[in-house]
């Protein structure tokens, strides 16, 4: 058995330490992430993650884990900006409102599936033009859903959350560890 984090994320990879995990291999796996037309939040963050796991190439025994993050801001999807004008976009709308992140894992053996989302609420200060683009100029923003990192100096724009800190940074871990021993990682052997 080999565990495999179908993940370039470092985070999920810090998120995974912490849980004393180390993985055998790292391998992102390479999809269209494009959301479909209508296709909401939830639905989307739980599609993308099963088909990151999916197209992960494994031997049977290996296990597998994968997750998504998305922002939902309403029904909209906010995805990783494309530029410094996408993101100062986003955090415009996301400012002095409550969103939701959801992050959904999913973990394969063989042909096994297992898996859970977990949606988050956050909620972002009034933001003025000034924090905005002081924000934008540390380049934090990049490669982050929703154009913001909660573990980065975005912390400060955030005064509320309920839900899982873990999922909104990438992989929550709580339900990581009951997927993982559910699928028999060794780490967990006797815990599921
Ligand atoms: C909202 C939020 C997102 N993020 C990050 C987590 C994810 O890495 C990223 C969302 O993009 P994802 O598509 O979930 O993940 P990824 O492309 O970084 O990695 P991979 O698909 O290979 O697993 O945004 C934070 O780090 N902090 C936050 O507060």
Excluded at 24 to 46: F, H, K, Q, T
Excluded at 73 to 99: C, N, Q, T, V, Y
């Amino acid at each position: 058995m080999a565990f495999i984090l179908g993940s370039g994320s470092p985070r999920r990879l810090d998120l995974l330490a912490q849980l004393g995990i180390t993985p055998d291999a790292v391998s992102p796996p390479e999809i269209n992430e494009d959301p479909r037309p209508g296709e909401l939040p939830r639905s989307y963050c739980a599609r993308i993650s099963r088909e990151k796991v999916a197209a992960v190439q494994a031997a049977p025994d290996d296990i597998v884990l994968c997750a998504d993050t998305t922002v939902a801001l309403g029904r909209r999807i906010l995805g990783k900006p494309a530029d410094a004008g996408e993101a100062a976009e986003f955090l415009h709308a996301l400012s002095g409102r409550r969103h939701r992140v959801i992050t959904a894992v999913a973990v394969r053996r063989g042909d096994r599936l297992w898996e859970r989302d977990v949606v988050s609420q956050v909620k972002v200060k009034r933001l003025s033009d000034v924090e905005v683009n002081s924000y934008l100029a540390t380049d934090d923003w990049k490669g982050k859903a929703g154009a913001y990192a909660i573990q980065g100096p975005a912390g400060a724009f955030i005064p509320w959350i309920a839900g899982s800190f873990t999922g909104i940074v990438g992989l929550p871990l709580a339900e990581t560890a009951a997927l993982l021993a559910a699928a028999g990682h060794p780490k967990f052997k006797g815990v599921a």
